[in-house]
């Protein structure tokens, strides 16, 4: 493994199990060895005046590498897979798959922002505050509509664009969360898929050193019917 292209030390802030984890497999991938500064959801330290200059948000990840920090997992992605292109990880411009490509990079957020409500209302809100039933029913068939449409795209492909890309990395990471919220029974392909993705050496080295999840205290969470 090597530090980056420019030589420097590379950092990544992550929160273990979270979108950060998009960026530690992706840097595994590209054989480039990261320090990680870990953090934890609720402590304050996302908060810190520090990392604020860093992820303005308050959010992971933030990656610092060639003499630059830079926060939002799909930027990250994208930037990394095509300033490291020699790996073949990225459709660049020109290339017939690269609006497919780019499509898939950013469809991975729209489902990701539907697993971050159901998070919310079923892990993070705690009594007196109660989750709304009509509305974890609406979310989460959504998050259903959005695998159908992985499905779909996937197809009988072994990967998103048939050969390994950054698009399975950012996209892919989603399969590990969804099934949290939606049943999976219906979809044996992405549940194919997702084992192909956690069989890569990268995948896991990546998880070797991610930590541990501390959010997730079950392995599915139905909808309550009551909304309490």
Known sequence: MSDGASGGPVRLHHVPGSRSFRVLWLLEELGILAEIQRYAIGDG???????????????????EI????????????????????????ARMPGDPERARYLQCIHFAETQASLIENLNLSHVFLRPPAKPSA?????????????????????????????????????LGFNLWAAPRFVPMDGFPRLLAYRARLEARPAFRAAQARDGDAAFYDRDFYPIPEDGA
């Open 134 to 170: 009509p509305v974890l029913k609406i979310t989460t068939a959504r998050l259903r509509g959005t695998l159908q449409a992985l499905d779909a795209l996937l197809g009988e492909r072994e990967h998103l664009l048939g050969e390994f890309s950054a698009a399975d990395v950012m």
């Open 45 to 63: 330290s996302l908060r810190d005046p520090a990392y604020l200059t860093l992820a303005p948000a308050g959010r992971v990840p933030a990656l």
């Open 66 to 89: 060639d003499g630059q920090a830079i926060f939002e997992s799909g930027a990250i992605v994208e930037f990394l897979a095509e300033t490291r292109d020699e790996a073949g990880l």
